[in-house]
């Protein structure tokens, strides 16, 4: 939901509006770089997740409220503290992407969109010409998008030998080490991933990260990361994430 945190609730009234700019936001970044197809994984909110307790500890509530594209936002900040509010607004801007995006597309661009939906193992690709099709074999059970997204870079890398990843989560970054030595050669493909927030965000080469640390050091990252500290493992006593 970081993407959503980040948006101005002073950018929109009504949930049609925060879709739109949502949308654009999401599209002005792919462009920024020059991509042709921009993929959208979302996260997926289980009334039994192992994350709930970690969800309640960050102050998540238990409000709900009827999200409709004309209705207006009530108070944002607030509004997205609320579980049930996240699954309701992101079934909200599934359904945009699929119905409305395509309009804003360019003909050359595609977009896909993972988790979500009403059945959030679902994933769509959406086009200005076809609209939505589903793409069945990026269809997952994945809760996380974390994990999920690393299904959509490994498809991608079939059609297209350079991946930039946005996020900014320390947990993707880790994945990512890990699954690119999974890559059976490494010389042809070029992954970078954009940490941070657009004003602060700085780009590191996942490449020169494996060159420089080894491919068995970065494939024990992941058992390492795991043990002192991710959402649903307890830190190492007196060390924090």
Known sequence: MVTF???HPSTFVTFNDLGRVFASNILRQGRKHGAK????????????????????????????????????????????RSLANKRSLLLFIT???????????YESETLIVAGGFQNPQLCFEVSKIRGPKEMEGLNSSQEEADTRLIL???????????????????DVLILLLHFF????????????????????????????????????????????????????????????K
């Not at 490994?154 to 320390?170: G, P, W, Y």
């Not at 941070?196 to 420089?212: A, M, P, Q, R, T």
């Open 5 to 7: 945190q980040e948006l």
């Open 37 to 80: 197809r921009i993929t959208v994984v979302f996260d997926t909110y289980l009334a039994n997740s192992l994350k709930n307790g970690e969800r309640q500890r960050r102050g998540d509530s238990n409000s709900e409220f009827n999200v409709a594209g004309s209705r207006k936002v009530p108070k944002y900040r607030e509004f997205i």
């Open 95 to 105: 359904n945009y992407f699929l119905t409305e995006v395509p309009n804003f597309l």
């Open 152 to 170: 959509h870079v490994l498809a991608e890398l079939e059609a297209d030998n350079t991946i930039l990843v946005k996020s900014v989560d320390t």
């Open 181 to 240: 030595c999974e890559i059976s050669d490494m010389s042809l493909t070029n992954i970078y991933i954009q940490l941070g927030h657009d004003k602060n965000s700085h780009f590191l080469s996942i490449n020169n990260i494996v060159e420089n640390l080894g491919a068995d050091m970065c494939k024990k990252l992941l058992v390492i990361h795991c043990l002192t500290g991710c959402d649903t493992t307890n830190a190492m006593y007196k060390i924090g």
